[in-house]
């Protein structure tokens, strides 16, 4: 079969300043922060639990950091950003508007593994 590739439209940076694959790191970081659960033990946690703490995460974790400079509108704070901020702030922005591709047989993968998800999850 040909090598087809889907564009995805990646998150719109005023919709959700986190993705889950794109601060993965932070999330792990910020987890281990607030609920003390080292990332090695993550794994263990059902998909639906680890979702409720994602969702939990406080502005004084890591991703909750990042989050809240992402977010930022105030003109004066922006202003006063020092250059590391603006990178970080930047490469989120780069990531929303840089479309993802997706080759046929990735989706196929990540198709399956939902329905396995799914499968252990109501089974």
């Known amino acids: 079969t040909p ?32 609920y003390h659960i080292l990332p090695s033990q993550q794994g263990d946690l059902s998909y639906a639990d680890w979702a409720k703490l994602v969702s939990g995460l ?11 400079l992402r977010a930022e509108t105030d003109k004066e704070i922006l202003k006063n950003m020092t250059a590391e901020q603006r ?9 929303c508007n840089s479309p993802q591709k997706i080759s046929v047989e990735d989706m196929q993968k990540q198709s399956e593994a939902l329905e396995k998800m799914i499968a252990a999850m109501f089974g």
């Open 3 to 34: 090598d087809f590739e889907r564009r995805t439209k990646k998150p719109n940076p005023y919709d959700s300043f986190y993705d889950l694959d794109f601060d993965a790191i932070l999330i792990e970081q910020s987890i281990a922060k607030q």
């Open 58 to 68: 406080m502005n004084d974790t890591p991703l909750g950091k990042v989050v809240e």
């Open 87 to 95: 990178t970080a702030r930047q490469k989120w922005f780069d990531f």
